[in-house]
Every structure is written in C-alpha cells, then in structure tokens.
C-alpha cells in the first residue's frame, strides 16, 4: 500500500510539474521576443543534461545501454523530446497554455487502446469509466475559458504532440523494467540534445545571441529543464513500471488542473468556478481508474 501511495505522488508530481511547463513555456515565448521552438527546446535539454549527467556519475548510478536496446532508446527518443516537443512546443507558442494541457490531457483516452493494439493487453471498464469522467470533467475546464475557439494550427500541433506521446508509452514499455526511471530520462535527454543541437544552431544561431539572460529567464528555464524534462519524466516512467502504462497515463489528465492553478497564479488566465467544478470531476473520473 505504501507503495502504491509513493507510486501515485509520483504521478501526481509529474503532472505538476508538466501542468506547469505549459505556463512557464508561454511565459517565455510572451516575454522573449527572439526565443523559438527550436531553441528553447534545446536549452531546457542542455541545463537537463548539465544538470543530471554530473549527479548520476557521482552516484555511480549511471547506467550504460545494453547493445540491444539502442535502437529502442533512439526510437524513444525520437519520439520524446524530438518529435512530440517540437508539436507541442509550437502548438503552446499559439495557444493558451491551459487550452495545450486540456488537448494534452486526451492521451490517456488513446493508451489503453494502443496497449490492446500492440500487446493485447485487457482493457478493463474502471480506465475506460474514469478516462471518460475525467475528459467530462476536462471539458467542463473549458467552458467560459478559451474553449476549442484557440489557433486551428497550434491545435494541430498539439493533437500531433497526443499520437507521439502514445507511441512513445507502447515503446517505453520494453526498456522500462531494465533501467532506472531517472537513468532512462537522461539518456533521452543526451540523444535527444544531439538530435537539437544541428538543428537550432542551422535555424536559430542569430537569435540565441538576442535573448535577455535575465534570472526571470533563466529560472524558467532551469524549471523547464531540471523539473519538467527530468524529473517529471523518471516520476512518470517509474509510474508506468509500478502499474502499467493503461493506469498511469490516466494521470495525464490532472495536468490542466496544475496548469490551470499556475496561469491563475501568474495572472496569465482569469479564474472560473465552472474550472473548479471541471478539476473535482477530473480528480474522480482518475480516483474510479485505479480500482482494481
């Protein structure tokens, strides 16, 4: 039971702090003229890997990857950071960053589908009542707010950034058991550099030199990079080890609630009671998809 209960404050966790990643990114693009897709992306990997890299090494906790699961790890990669930041990143850039976290929200909706498709994995009524709630309560979120009235184009993005994302939960479930949450993170993170690198540098080398540097900047970043890039990632991926990617995902759909908070806090969004209703029924739908 102890277990499970640290299981879920680690899911809950990463919801927060991917809950608000979504604010922090529209901050940045809102008060950062020349920053760009492409760029803050490849900052927010840098400090991750800057960061973890050195602390991993020291704690002798640094696994290597087994010959035959390279491949795995750069298809996962390919998927997350590369492909699945890139639309989503571009979709917060024309979007409010509550209405990305809602439509980010639908993933858990297509998990245990993709489980049944690719590993014939039972999908049981309590995920399916509480993804169902859950988006209900989503949807609620929405009403009063910006709704599905956002930039047709970001929405785009984003719903490109959903199909990834399940993608990538199919694949993390063969390298999940062999590797520590954080180690499997940080890998992601170095390839996934590698990957950003040539290509901020061949769209975005002048404006690099053009941004602020100021400590708002940079702690956002250093937010963006160490607790959303990292941390948020090893809570999910230990998640999925615990209780299976169908289970876990569901805690996907939290994330608007977190985003919701953080753009209130800022003052980035205004606060509605109909948000607060959505948020109880989101909390429930997530509450039935646990039972056993």
């Not at 879920?8 to 693009?29: A, D, N, R």
Request: aromatic share 10%; with cysteine.
């Amino acid at each position: 039971m102890k277990n499970k209960a640290a299981t879920y404050l680690l899911l809950t966790l990463s919801s927060v702090f991917w809950g608000v990643s979504f604010i922090l990114t529209k901050e940045l693009f809102l008060t950062e003229e020349h920053m760009t897709v492409t760029l803050l992306i490849t900052l927010r990997l840098a400090i991750a890997t800057l960061v973890m890299v050195p602390v991993l090494l020291a704690m002798g906790k640094m696994q290597r990857i087994r010959q035959k699961d390279i491949k795995w790890f750069l298809l996962l990669t390919l998927c997350e950071p590369f492909i699945y930041h890139l639309c989503e990143t571009s979709g917060v850039q024309l979007v409010s960053g509550s209405l990305a976290s809602v439509i980010i929200a639908t993933i858990p909706l297509f998990v245990p589908f993709g489980m049944w498709i690719a590993y014939r994995q039972r999908i049981r009524w309590a995920i399916v009542v509480g993804v169902v709630m859950s988006m209900v309560g989503v949807g609620v979120m929405l009403i009063g707010g910006e709704g599905l009235r956002g930039n047709i184009k970001g929405m785009l993005f984003l719903s490109g950034a959903v199909v990834i994302a399940v993608v990538y939960t199919l694949l993390l479930v063969k390298v999940v058991d062999h590797y520590n949450p954080v180690v499997i993170t940080t890998w992601q993170n170095i390839i996934g550099l590698a990957y950003f690198i040539p290509l901020a540098l061949a769209t975005n080398s002048g404006n690099i030199l053009m941004l602020s540097y100021s400590p708002r900047m940079l702690g956002i970043l250093l937010i963006l990079g160490i607790c959303c890039s990292t941390l948020a990632y090893a809570c999910y991926n230990y998640g999925i080890r615990r209780l299976g990617a169908s289970k876990a995902s569901i805690f996907n759909n939290t994330i608007p609630i977190f985003s919701l908070i953080a753009a209130v806090a800022i003052g980035q969004e205004p606060f509605l009671w109909s948000k607060l209703l959505g948020m109880v029924i989101v909390i429930v739908g997530v509450v039935i998809s646990q039972k056993e």
